[in-house]
């Protein structure tokens, strides 16, 4: 082995090996499958931390199961991703051509969009092979493969012959930045301040006005009533009368009653416009008003409009309140905070449109959906996420699916020429559709010509494909062995975020196709963030690339490349020095195995993850301990055979038995940490077994007899479990580690997972041991307290409070002496020993420990420095103990806070009780 650890040579020499593409194929000899479906990543993506943090998750998952013996299938792929790969495309084609998709046509932009996937589309596979994914890529799937292209279009046509798609008119979440219609799930909702727009509307035939408040001026040229609530006495004599629209009197504006009127919002009086506002449509539907669409599909008004025709929305709000102002109509105005829907696509404020789509009826779906979960088919994982499930699944609303676009899954409804006629398709009816048309699995234009039939322009939404995903990458909609075998899956692991746009839907397909629920579990995990808790963002300025922090990045590289973010120009300086102050020297290379390790460590359930990068470099460093200890207990080892551990058992000394029976109580509680998606807790269990038991405390002690029989059995042991505890989180280094092993063939990736092995716990042991190591730390305590040099060898005494305890600590003088870096050790009976008034001394249950401090120290130095010590802990505890017994600040503190503010409350309450001890003494 080298003697330093160089993550980058280790992780390419094994990628090499992962990289042979059938790798990972799930093993034919194994009979019990433990699948995983990776959630495909857009082909236009890089990797995030997000997409870093699911693969490091569900690759521990993956590796530990196919360690467990079972048939471990991990299916990756990518998904085709309609909006953001066309908007891509359209912008490149857009600067090279100088062209809108339009007038390069349709089947041209369509062959440049797969001409731009071959050529970029395996980016983010090879960043996420980097990370030491061991997906079995000889599967890999892309959405708008031809089998899975074909699985989409037996699944439109089955719900279309069920009745379960079917095209109407409704009003939809228009997005005039891409011209398509969004799904609820696919809107964010900002808050932002506006203003309350008042004006009046004037009675036909009297000088009588009602006034209305609107945050959308611009949609009262498409106003068809006015609606006030029925209990509202101010307008009752109001009600079935008619006003006249200022721009358009020929129209009638009759008043009405309706109980979904606030009358306490505004005047109580609301403008309505039914084809611009979801309230107003299905207010409008009960009252059979008419709908006046207003605007064009990239928000200009239309020429419905009159003459506010070709004005964008904006322009035509500033221009219709000038225009209300002059003729007298416009009253005060209020500022209002009120949600405003923007696209998460292309950010543009969502317009509710009018428009002909195709909608799945999901209601039925999603009653099996809520019903597998709540009757325990499936698990959600954190449980707070059901919640959240119910309510989506019991409130749903039918699902639109058609995008007009151009990149994805064409609809499969072919129109009839003949019967079609002259008749614009944006115009027919449900039953005209149907009527005139047919949903067919094959090309009906290939097959009978362009004469014959035209094919449905729009695209279905991304997430339709998405939703088969569990079952059309086994071969569905033919019964293969590989549906047969691997449906369902054991667990979906995901992000919290995509819970409505894929899980839910996922769910319902999975039920209504196969019959049962995809996925046993649903573990939903958190969002990663920076060191301060801020959302990653680009336009923050406070993404980091987890690839940088895999090679590393200097500091002038990494502000070179945070000024090609989207940071607003006025924020860019303070970013900048934000960067400079957290990472002078840069972002060091952690290699993939200290990220994965870092995620895993950060990663506990219903937690955000901070990555904080010097917590990464903390557990990069980790590796580094790991190697040395693996290349010390290697040189030790020589070359001679190692026996079996059964054969040396017999004559195991305290620290052998110690360290073999919390390696068996290791190997327990990590089996049911990743058992349990408890990631977090199994990664710190291991790092605090083999940094502080295995290496700080066992290995010094087997260095007093390193070249025995049963110290290197043990070593062996304890290498051999360690190193495949650890592999489902650092397989690259793992890898290395197991090759150098001595007797040990195979790669780790196949071995067995360690099994806990019951005659090996031994607790008393345990409980003696830990009688060594605490005499051992109350001398460092004594020694670091009372301020001597860490390397100065000084005399110790250790009092014991019986005989007992006497004769076993004595046998431990060469192990104390050397752990505590004594020049000597007495061992005394307290009842016989008169501690000297100038000592530091620590005591427990059984021992004291005493540090004659006699010529060492002077005594009224060390009475002033003890006294400052010991004010500087009262300080801090009372500050602890404050925050404590603060009701607000506990409830609202995550957990992982307030253990840490109550171990240090703890070891404080300690110090301060030493040092208090040592005060006394000095006085008296």
């Given amino acids: 082995m080298d003697p330093k650890y160089d993550a980058k040579s280790v992780e390419l020499k094994w990628r090499k090996t992962f990289d042979h593409v059938k790798f990972f194929e799930p093993d034919a000899s194994k009979s019990n499958p433990y699948v995983i479906m990776m959630p495909p990543p857009n082909v236009t993506g890089v990797l995030h931390n997000g997409h870093a943090l699911f693969v490091t998750l569900q690759d521990i998952l993956i590796r530990f199961h196919r360690m467990k013996g079972r048939k471990a299938l991990w299916l990756p792929g990518t998904d085709h991703a309609g909006i953001a790969t066309q908007t891509v495309v359209e912008r490149e084609v857009k600067k090279t051509d100088n062209k809108t998709r339009h007038e390069l046509g349709r089947e041209a932009f369509v062959e440049r969009i797969w001409s731009w996937v071959r050529q970029n589309g395996t980016t983010i596979v090879n960043q996420m092979k980097q990370l030491g994914a061991s997906a079995d890529w000889s599967r890999h799937k892309f959405t708008l493969d031809p089998d899975l292209s074909h699985a989409v279009n037996e699944a439109f046509v089955r719900l279309w012959n069920d ?67 029925p209990k509202d006495d101010r307008y009752a004599h109001l009600v079935g009368q008619f006003v006249t629209h200022p721009f358009f009197p020929e129209r009638p504006i009759q008043i009405i009653a309706d109980p979904m009127v606030d009358q306490e919002f505004g005047t109580g009086a609301v403008k309505i416009t039914p084809a611009h506002d979801h309230n107003d449509f299905a207010l409008g539907e009960r009252h059979k008003l008419e709908r006046i669409t207003i605007f064009t599909l990239d928000a200009k008004i239309n020429e419905n409009g009159g003459t506010y025709q070709g004005l964008g929305r904006f322009e035509a709000r500033r221009k219709i309140k000038e225009d209300l102002e002059a003729l007298g109509l416009a009253h005060d105005s209020d500022p209002i905070e009120h949600n405003v829907s923007v696209s998460s696509r292309s950010g543009e404020d969502i317009e509710p449109l009018l428009s002909r789509q195709y909608f799945v009826n999901t209601k039925d779906m999603a009653q099996k959906a809520y019903d597998a979960v709540n009757s325990g088919q499936t698990r959600i994982i954190p449980t707070a996420w059901k919640k959240t499930y119910d309510h989506f699944m019991l409130n749903i609303q039918d699902w639109c699916i058609s995008r007009q676009l151009w990149w994805g899954h064409r609809i499969p409804v072919y129109y009839d020429l003949k019967k079609l006629g002259n008749r614009n398709l944006n115009d027919l009816t449900d039953l005209e559709v149907r009527e005139l048309s047919v949903a067919s699995t094959e090309d009906l234009v290939a097959k009978h010509g362009v004469d014959q039939y035209a094919q449905e322009p729009d695209v279905l939404d991304t997430w339709f494909s998405s939703a088969l995903w569990p079952f059309s990458t086994l071969g569905w909609p033919q019964e293969t062995k590989d549906l047969e075998t691997f449906y369902p899956s054991a667990v979906l692991e995901t992000g919290f975020d995509i819970l409505f746009f894929w899980v839910a839907r996922m769910m319902m397909f999975g039920i209504h196709f196969m019959g049962k629920p995809p996925f046993a579990d649903i573990y939903l995990h958190a969002m990663v963030r920076d060191a301060h808790g801020r959302k990653m963002s680009k336009s923050l300025g406070n993404a980091i690339d987890p690839v940088d922090v895999i090679d590393g990045i200097s500091l002038e590289n990494l502000l070179a490349k945070t000024k090609t973010y989207p940071v607003p120009a006025k924020m860019l300086p303070q970013v900048l020095e934000g960067l400079k102050k957290d990472y002078p020297e840069g972002i060091p290379a952690s290699g993939a195995d200290g990220l994965r390790l870092s995620l895993a460590m950060l990663s506990g359930q219903g937690r955000d993850v901070k990555l904080a990068i010097p917590r990464v470099s903390g557990y990069r460093a980790f590796l580094n301990k790991i190697w040395n200890a693996t290349r010390f207990a290697l040189m030790r080892l020589g070359t001679e055979p190692v026996l079996p551990l059964q054969q040396v058992r017999a004559n195991l000394k305290l620290e052998d038995k110690y360290i073999l029976s919390r390696l068996n109580q290791v190997i327990n509680q990590i089996d049911k940490n990743l058992s349990n998606y408890e990631f977090s807790a199994a990664s710190e269990t291991l790092y605090q077994f083999f940094w502080t038991e295995f290496c700080d405390w066992y290995i010094e002690l087997a260095k007093l007899r390193i070249e025995s029989q049963e110290v290197r059995s043990v070593l062996v042991e304890l290498l051999s479990a360690s190193i495949r505890l650890l592999h489902p989180f650092c397989p690259f280094v793992t890898e290395e580690l197991w090759a150098n092993l001595p007797g040990h063939t195979g790669y780790c990736s196949f071995t067995e997972f360690p099994k806990s092995n019951a005659s090996y716990i031994d607790l008393s042991a345990e409980q003696d041991f830990r009688k060594l190591q605490q005499v051992i730390i109350m001398i460092r305590n004594a020694r670091q307290e009372s301020n001597l040099p860490a390397q100065k060898k000084l005399p110790a005494v250790v009092l014991a409070r019986s005989q007992t305890d006497l004769d076993f600590i004595a046998t431990y003088q060469e192990a104390i002496t050397r752990l505590a870096l004594l020049e000597s050790v007495e061992f005394k009976l307290r009842a016989n020993y008169k501690i000297p008034k100038f000592s530091a001394v620590n005591s427990d249950s059984s021992y004291d420990t005493v540090l004659p401090l006699e010529g060492l120290l002077d005594l009224d130095s060390e009475k002033q420095r003890l006294s400052k010590e010991l004010e500087k802990i009262m300080k801090e505890l009372q500050g602890l103990e404050q925050r404590l017994g603060n009701p607000g600040f506990v409830s609202k503190a995550p957990p992982e806070v307030l253990e840490q503010h109550r171990a240090q409350q703890a070891d404080l309450s300690q110090k301060r009780a030493r040092i208090e001890n040592s005060l006394g003494r000095l006085n008296g």
Avoid: C
Wanted: proline share 3%.
């Fill in 163 to 229: 009745g379960l798609i079917y095209r109407g008119e409704r009003l939809v979440n228009w997005d005039p930045g891409t011209q398509t219609a969004l799904s609820d799930e696919e809107v964010d909702h900002v808050t932002r301040k506006g203003e309350l727009f008042k004006f009046a509307y004037k009675l036909k035939n009297s000088d009588e006005q009602i006034i209305v408040a609107t945050t959308r001026p611009e949609t009262m040229l498409g106003d068809t009533a006015i609606a006030i609530n």
